[in-house]
């Protein structure tokens, strides 16, 4: 079951599994999406997605996790990552981050969002597009890399090029960073957001890992909230979060939380979609 790098590998009855867990987070997480909105809380946001996990017969990954008090993190303009759900009340041109969780018998599935509320600020709806499109770029990364590192490097290259595009800098978030997961939510290995020298674990059929770049408008550095939860920029800058659960099979990727697998993203990457599936 583990290899060398003690990461735990799945077998395809387990990566099915974990597959029902993400289908329970893609559910929940559509319909918060659906339902975010100036005028709501982040608690009604979050009753949202705790009713989608109970009524699943599910569980939610977050909920009590190291005392957390909610069943999503939900982070709004600068949060980064880790937002208590309560009574703020959202307002247009919010940059909302939704992480959500859920256990299927014993396996999890996690994944993030962010959504751009009604009137936008250009430069916060390319933050998240450039998120969410360096999370796909590690994902694609996933499938021909030896080692965690190219995952790494490839997301790296993706947020730097957007910002170059747009003539801004983006700050790659480095405290918080992608990770395995599978009978935790929290498993070995690490799969930081940003080029270095490690080269991280060795990629192997069963491995399944989240990839979830967190990104910022200004500098990349973070402080926690009095809460002992919430992470902010520390200038203030608004930052984007994305999230997938990905499993490596012998034939191709399956990105066990999009509703799709991942087959058309993967597809226009050029990165084969396992065929398990389809089964």
């Given at each position: ?213 967190m990104v910022c408008r200004g500098e990349r550095f973070t402080q926690v909230c009095e809460d002992d939860w919430t992470v902010v ?44 599936s389809r089964g």
């Open positions: 079951m583990f290899g060398i790098e003690r990461v735990e590998l799945k077998t395809p009855d387990e990566v099915r599994l974990m597959r029902e867990a993400g289908l329970v987070v893609v559910r929940a997480l559509a319909a918060v999406q659906e339902a975010a909105r100036p005028g709501v809380t982040t608690a009604e946001l979050d009753a949202i997605a705790a009713a989608v996990i109970t009524a699943a017969g599910a569980t939610a990954s977050f909920l009590g996790y190291q005392g957390f008090p909610a069943s999503t993190c939900i982070s709004v303009n600068d949060e980064v990552v880790h937002g208590i759900p309560g009574s703020r009340v959202l307002e247009p041109g919010d940059v909302v981050s939704i992480d959500c969780g859920a256990i299927v018998d014993g396996w999890h599935g996690d994944s993030a969002v962010t959504v751009v509320l009604d009137d936008a600020d250009p430069e916060d709806v390319a933050l998240s597009r450039a998120t969410h499109d360096a999370m796909w770029a590690g994902i694609a990364a996933l499938h021909d890399a030896s080692r965690i590192g190219e995952v790494s490097a490839a997301i790296d290259e993706a947020i730097t090029a957007a910002g170059e595009e747009h003539g801004l800098v983006y700050g790659i978030v480095e405290e918080y960073v992608g990770h395995g997961i599978g009978t935790e939510m929290h498993q070995t290995p690490d799969v930081p957001n940003f080029r270095s020298r490690e080269k991280g674990a060795r990629v192997r059929p069963g491995m399944c890992v989240a990839i979830e770049p920029t520390d200038d203030g800058a608004r930052a984007a979060h994305w999230e997938h659960t990905v499993a490596v099979l012998e034939d191709g990727l399956w990105v066990l939380t999009a509703a799709d697998g991942g087959a058309e993203m993967l597809a226009a990457a050029g990165v084969p979609l396992s065929a398990m």
